[in-house]
């Protein structure tokens, strides 16, 4: 174990964060997100260290906005938690939810406490989880921690202990120090999870996409030159390619008398995307939109939006 490892205590770190016994930074907001072409600010989830299933509880940010602005208080969104990495640029570690609040509500800053990648958290992944695991309770109403936030944090030190040549099967103390920090989730769970895990590292987080920004998508298709002679399909789910998937490309070409048509899908859950990381459903999408093409002399093709 290096001296910085030894160092590492995320247990204290999230109790002094929580307490307030760190000072606060202000940050800007809009460094976390971009903008759609109708205004609409998106999380970039390139700035964030993620530890849930998904990257953003919509309804949950919409509720709580709508609180707000119904009140005119703005005074319960609390500090975010940033980790400052090596090359300098700060990264989200807890408070995706609220930063989304806050820049939803006219916030152009908020104030922050600042965890070091390497000094604080040693450089790992899964120290990050945990502290974003640990700080996930507040007295606000707030998305909680979840078993599976629990999950891929072990998933991920596993894989972790695996890639530096070691053991991945957690020890005692790491068993331990799972309990502690988190009570609703029992040893025999624990011992479910490792004997069920691959350790081919945790699943990334689900993109979920707004109607804003799903239609700001189309718009990005219809303004490329690749693109100019296509109908664009609006986005859609991908467990729909049998039936919309194809109903829409041929009934808008005839519409708009165009031999050409793009089918934009999406995922809109977490069984979607590893359908999708199998391959299988690309492969008969690929297969179908051929036949048609052929069969009608039309050229039907297809993006997925990210997704992770």
């Not at 005074?75 to 300098?88: F, N, W």
């Not at 606000?140 to 921690?145: M, P, T, Y």
């Not at 799903?214 to 991908?238: E, G, M, N």
């Not at 391959?279 to 997704?307: C, N, P, Q, W």
Request: proline content about 4%; aromatic content about 8%.
């Amino acid at each position: 174990m290096s001296l910085i490892e030894s160092k590492i205590d995320v247990i204290k770190l999230a109790k002094d964060i929580r307490s307030g016994a760190l000072p606060t930074v202000q940050v800007d907001l809009d460094q976390f997100f971009t903008k759609t072409f109708g205004g609409e600010w998106v999380p970039d989830p390139d700035t964030r260290i993620q530890v849930r299933e998904t990257v953003r509880d919509v309804n949950f940010v919409n509720r709580i906005v709508n609180k707000i602005q119904a009140s005119g208080d703005s005074s319960a969104i609390e500090p975010l938690t940033c980790i400052k990495m090596p090359d300098g640029s700060l990264k989200l570690g807890n408070g995706s939810h609220t930063a989304e609040i806050g820049i939803n509500v006219g916030l152009k800053k908020i104030p922050s406490y600042i965890v070091d990648w390497e000094k604080d958290l040693g450089g790992k992944t899964s120290s990050a989880q945990r502290l974003g695991n640990l700080l996930n309770f507040e007295t606000i109403e707030k998305v909680s921690v979840h078993d599976h936030d629990v999950r891929n944090e072990l998933y991920q030190l596993m894989a972790e202990k695996k890639a530096a040549g070691l053991d991945p099967k957690p020890t005692e103390q790491e068993i331990q120090e799972f309990l502690l920090c988190y009570p609703s989730v029992s040893r025999r769970t624990l011992g479910q999870w490792i004997s069920n895990t691959d350790v081919g590292g945790r699943k990334k987080p689900l993109i979920e996409h707004t109607n804003s920004e799903l239609a700001d998508h189309a718009r990005h298709f219809r303004s490329l030159q690749r693109y100019k002679d296509y109908v664009i399909c609006d986005p859609q789910t991908v467990e729909h390619w049998n039936d919309t998937g194809t109903a829409t490309p041929l009934t808008l070409m005839a519409k708009q008398g165009k031999s050409k048509a793009l089918v934009v899908f999406h995922c809109s859950t977490t069984k979607q995307a590893e359908l999708w990381k199998k391959g299988k459903v690309e492969k008969a999408i690929k297969a179908h939109y051929k036949r048609l093409s052929d069969y009608y002399e039309v050229t039907i093709e297809y993006e997925m939006l990210r997704f992770e």
